[in-house]
């Protein structure tokens, strides 16, 4: 589980230079939350690209977490990364005053559909390509708004576990203040992502590690010490998950088909 | 006007490894890409200039295999390659229609302006993030050819895993062993390298060590959809020790002279190549194969 840092910092430099040249794009952009996974993904874009050639989208919900947009403030300024506020209040309370609903997680999705909206946009008034900031952790659980913060051109944390991201994190500098914090989805005040998924991060990064990486057997990663009740939690949310890692299925009925048979790469004459 | 190698003579031959990153699917411009290490290389008098597996044509290609499969006898480009394998010999991998409709995962070795050699690619890795079982047909041997600097025998990437591969080039009298590769770089856990590029090592210290051999392993860098190429090509003695070693991560020119009376001398001393048994060993596997068919 433990990363060589320096290495894994110069292979996600390298991958976000590249990546960004062979589309034609000098600059990137993404969100900024004021947590850690945005964070780490803001440095190592600034390093690959030179900071002036990254956009940091800080994008409220008024002023719900207003000291999470003072981190975010501080942390580009620290980067020397540009950064601009959007409130997207506005719209939000204008869809809702319409369709009016109590259930928090559609309120929170909402919003993360907001931010993209908004990336998307300024991804295209900028031409900068946006940069994905889901983590192996999230992205394996299903944490996360499909078609929201999942959205993205690349994702260079994408293969990188919670853990693995803290680790990185320290080696690279990110300030305490943002490392300490306790990771959050942002959809609501209060939550949290341990609370919501049941488990801490160690601990479903441990067991993530066991059944992913190392193809370990539900059988034997109980049998080693993990709670059964909790492997098998890990393993629905991975399967019930699915959906949000692919694209949209299409039923196949030609001889050659989207998404079936149809095969080129992505870096197609890149 | 090449050197030759005399046996008998003390014979250096120079080496350049291009640990290129080619351009996923564009062969001209892959071309320019080759013709530029070629210029370079005849600038510091390389004898073999060594290009990683599908330089011509990048790794990842899927569905566009057919569109840049080449036929090395009535290609332009081929054509001009081997014109240019006048000044330097070359090894380079591409996609070869071989019969209509075939496509392979091929390395040619070119030298003095002709075709010395074609290696297909026969262990076609099939399984996880690897697909050229779908898009590739599949090599069907192990062949040790003469070149102007000794017999020399080739494989690509996944070929070298698998000893009997590299068996069949020392039974065959390969004295120097050419590895093209594109293998993408997993684990980072290890030192400053992917946890993957020790399996490389461990079979070239391995292969030339127990071939008395030169093994040569060229392969490329970059990203292709995600996947990262690991770099880190190397050249091995005879005597199993390194002798040059390219960067993990970059694209680089990594030259170097290697003496080819090593071969001889590590061979007196050490008398594998002599003493080995071909006989034996296809009488032991037609009784191996013989059972498994019962």
Known sequence: MKINEPFVEKILTAFIREELSKFNYKKGILGLSGGLDSAVCAFLAAKALKPSNVIGLIIPYGETFSKDVKDAQEFSRLLKIKSRIINISPMVDSYFSSYPIENRVLKGNKMARERMSILYDFSAREKALILGTSNKTELLLGYGTIHGDMACGINPLGDLYKTQIRQLAEYIGIPEKIRKKIPSAGLWVGQTDEDEIGLPYDEIDKILYQLVDKRTSKKDIIASGFKKETVEKIISLIKNSEFKRKLPLIPKISSRSVGHDFLFPFDWDK | ?294
């Open chain 2, 1 to 294: 006007m090449k050197r030759r190698v005399n046996y008998d003579n003390f014979c250096i031959m120079k080496v350049a490894l291009a640990q290129i990153s080619p351009r996923l699917g564009n062969v001209e411009k892959n071309f320019d890409l080759h013709l530029k290490y070629i210029e370079k290389a005849k600038k510091k008098n390389v004898d073999l200039l060594i290009f990683p597996e599908l330089s011509l044509t990048g790794y990842t290609l899927k569905d566009l295999v057919a569109e840049v499969a080449l036929s090395p006898d009535s290609n332009p480009i081929f054509a001009e390659l081997k014109t240019a394998s006048r000044d330097v010999s070359l090894v380079f991998g591409f996609v070869e229609e071989k019969e209509r409709g075939l496509f392979y995962n091929s390395a040619a070795f070119l030298s003095e302006g002709k075709i010395v050699h074609i290696h297909r690619k026969v262990f076609l890795p099939t399984y996880g993030m690897f697909e050229e079982g779908k898009f590739f047909a599949q090599g069907k041997n192990f062949h040790t050819f003469s070149t102007p600097y000794g017999n020399a025998g080739m494989m690509i990437c996944r070929d070298f895993l698998h000893y009997g591969a590299c068996y069949l080039l020392f039974a065959g009298g390969s004295d120097i062993i050419i590895v093209i590769s594109a293998a993408p770089g997993r684990g980072i856990q290890g030192k400053e390298a992917y946890e993957t590029s020790r399996m490389w090592e461990s079979m070239g210290e391995t292969i030339s060590l127990f071939s008395s051999a030169f093994l040569i392993y060229c392969n490329r860098v970059g990203f292709e959809d995600g996947k990262h190429f690991a770099g880190g090509s190397f050249i091995y003695n005879p005597m199993g020790k390194l002798v040059a070693k390219a960067s993990y991560l970059d694209n680089e020119f990594l030259l170097q002279e290697i003496n080819l009376n090593d071969i001889r001398e590590v061979r007196k001393k050490w008398p594998y190549k002599r003493d080995d048994r071909p006989e034996i060993i296809l009488e032991a596997l037609k009784r191996i194969i013989r059972k498994y068919e019962d």
